[in-house]
T-cell receptor
Framework: GQQLNQSPQSMFIQEGEDVSMNCTSS?????WLWYKQEPGEGPVLLIA?????ELTSNGRLTAQFGITRKDSFLNISASIPSDVGIYFC??????????????FGKGTLLTVNP | DTGVSQNPRHKITKRGQNVTFRCDPI?????LYWYRQTLGQGPEFLTY????????KSRLLSDRFSAERPKGSFSTLEIQRTEQGDSAMYLC????????????FGAGSRLTVL
């Protein structure tokens, strides 16, 4: 099935460093979402973006909805060990019913070295 | 607590056996989704219910798969004659909870087919 292009695939950083990851699509989306998944658990929503150009923060996390509606990025500032996990972008065309269906990227595996 | 309970959390079975997974949303939700996640990939859409009606099925859902939502509350996903390629995490999701166009996922049911 279709998946978004997410990069990088993995990152290994030192505690305190900033992190940036992005996601691109050949299709336009009306909503971009960023999820985090820890081992053995389901994805948990971090940030939701609804308007092109929108910049939204959630604590140390900041995400932007690209102007073209075909991309989004997520930044994590001052990383800490509990940031470890897999970060997924997801897009949807929105609306009701099956338009809630999400298309996911392959994920970015983040490892933080204390 | 994500608002979606999935059971069993882990299932190991031999090839050819049938397995059934159950999803229980804690509160009433019109729409319920099943996704499949294989190792190193993002979740992929399988099927979606609006109340009791199964409105959309992915091409990933072969005829060995059947999903039901008999009373519009809990849902089951059955896989008949399992194959090793069915090994994956099966995620259930409901719409809403944290904003529009957002899916809230359960912790998933991990299937290993030997």
């Amino acid at each position: 099935g279709q998946q978004l292009n997410q990069s990088p695939q993995s990152m290994f950083i030192q505690e305190g460093e900033d992190v940036s990851m992005n996601c691109t699509s050949s299709s336009i989306f009306n909503t971009w979402l960023w999820y985090k998944q820890e081992p053995g658990e389901g994805p948990v929503l971090l940030i939701a973006l609804y308007k092109a150009g929108e910049l939204t923060s959630n604590g140390r996390l900041t995400a932007q909805f690209g102007i073209t509606r075909k991309d989004s990025f997520l930044n994590i500032s001052a990383s800490i060990p509990s940031d470890v996990g897999i970060y997924f972008c997801a897009g949807t065309r929105g609306g009701g019913g099956s338009n809630y269906k999400l298309t996911f990227g392959k994920g970015t595996l983040l490892t933080v070295n204390p | 607590d994500t608002g979606v309970s999935q059971n069993p959390r882990h299932k190991i079975t031999k090839r050819g056996q049938n397995v059934t997974f159950r999803c229980d949303p804690i509160s009433e939700h019109n729409r319920l989704y099943w996704y499949r996640q294989t190792l190193g990939q993002g979740p992929e859409f399988l099927t979606y219910f609006q109340n009791e009606a199964q409105l959309e099925k992915s091409r990933l859902l072969s005829d060995r798969f059947s999903a039901e939502r008999p009373k519009g509350s809990f849902s089951t996903l059955e896989i008949q004659r399992t194959e090793q390629g069915d090994s994956a995490m099966y995620l259930c999701a409901i719409d809403g909870g944290s904003g529009a166009n957002v899916l809230t996922f359960g912790a998933g049911s991990r299937l290993t087919v030997l």
